[in-house]
DNA sequence: GTGGTCTAGACCACG
DNA sequence: GTGGTCTAGACCACA
């Protein structure tokens, strides 16, 4: 894992491991993360970062329970290969629901902290385009 | 308070008092809530949503702080006029890249979970465009 | 009570009442108020602060037990003779004790928000030489 | 913090959680607590008060806030530094009346219980003095 | 009626 | 081990 850097904020409301969950998840998701390549040790990956080993190896075996990456005692921890869940139509509306709702409470929070909404929107734009292009 | 409708999930890990901070905050700064205008009593609200008073009191308390709405004893709850706070440059471009990057990481777990892309960058269209009409 | 005015600050965290019985007892004990005077009438007071009749009329109460004043239906409120009470050693010893601690913790907290402690303490002195003086 | 001493009086009417806020708060000001230092956890220092963990942690949020001790899980919780604030000459000078009121207030609530006059002017120029000394 | 404080104790999240 | 959240429900303070 040359590629992709991690990047945690110490101060910020939301706990180490969790950083280092969402931000791997994400590679996994936008392929910065390729099935079979290794990440660092457990070891190796904290003092990078600056966090206790306890808590990568947390972060560690939350992906692995969902199913991004494989922990093995004595060797490498992979990523693997993943197969596109799709899931039931029911489950599927509650996913957009959800994410409506917190994709537009997260915005609230941003504009209330003082960013110009045109500079969200513009955000939200280029980010749909990656997506789509 | 008619108009918007609080709706939260006991199942979601993130706690209650959270979920209403953030969809009451999401109204005040939509504009779904006006200043001057009364929210429900914590009681009454705890009743409406489920759960305990001290949950809904915590929340009301935390927007408080923020600024709000205003709580007293023995008087309503009610909602502040609010002075547009406008961070200075580097603030606002920490707030920008804190932005980018959790965005990135919602939309990463939500694809996780089985959310087609294409859904998801229709919906940051969406409401892009609403932001900037 | 033409002399000493009431004034209370409706922003405060102090409710209202406790403003209104922390002053009427202060202006008793420093002699502002004599014993036989009398007091406004409740909605007069009320009116004149600003406040609900029902706060004003309890602040009369609770001075009302603790002996400052007498309030009876149909006739003005009056304040009464008050023998100075002398409390048992062991009672004097703990208020002294009490009077200290919340005396320094209230200190602190005025230091806290950035009042100077050289202000704080010449205003100490000058209190205690009114006292003594 | 093997220093200061808490006493909480559960008697009183200012609560349990207020008076710990206040304690710490003036041994962080007076230097009792210093920088880094780390506080009993909140589940110990209830049990050694006498008072629920709930009521440690609200007043460890509320110091917190203010900038005190930083607080976070699983990790204990310790004084931070904290910068003098030298607050504007209108705001000073209305921390100056508000202290002034408080203060003459909370003398005549005191000998109103029975604290003679010439005990408290003792104990407001020994105040004074050790903050000039 | 309103909100505030507290206790009892369960269960979760974090390092 | 740490702190965080929540419920149940009692009781107080305030207008």
Redesign the interface.
């Known amino acids: 894992m040359t590629g992709p850097v991690l990047a945690i904020d110490l101060k910020s409301p939301v706990?180490a491991y969790r950083q280092i969950v969402?931000?791997l998840?994400?590679f996994?998701?936008?392929g910065a993360l390729e099935p079979g390549e290794a990440l660092p040790s457990v070891r190796r990956l904290a003092v990078d970062l600056g966090v206790h080993h306890n808590t990568v190896a947390e972060a560690y075996r939350a992906l692995a329970l969902?199913g991004?990456i494989e922990v093995a005692h004595g060797r490498p921890t992979v990523v693997l290969e993943r197969a596109?869940?799709?899931?039931k139509r029911e489950?599927?509306l509650e996913?957009?629901r959800?994410?409506?709702?917190?994709?537009?409470?997260?915005?609230?929070?941003?504009?209330?902290?003082?960013?110009?909404?045109?500079?969200?929107?513009?955000?939200?734009?280029t980010?749909?385009?990656e997506?789509?292009g």
């Open positions: 706990p969402d931000q998840r994400r996994c998701v936008e969902e991004w596109a869940t799709a899931p489950r599927r996913l957009e959800s994410f409506e709702r917190r994709l537009r409470d997260f915005i609230a929070e941003m504009r209330a902290q003082g960013l110009p909404a045109p500079r969200i929107a513009g955000r939200l734009r980010v749909a385009e997506m789509e």
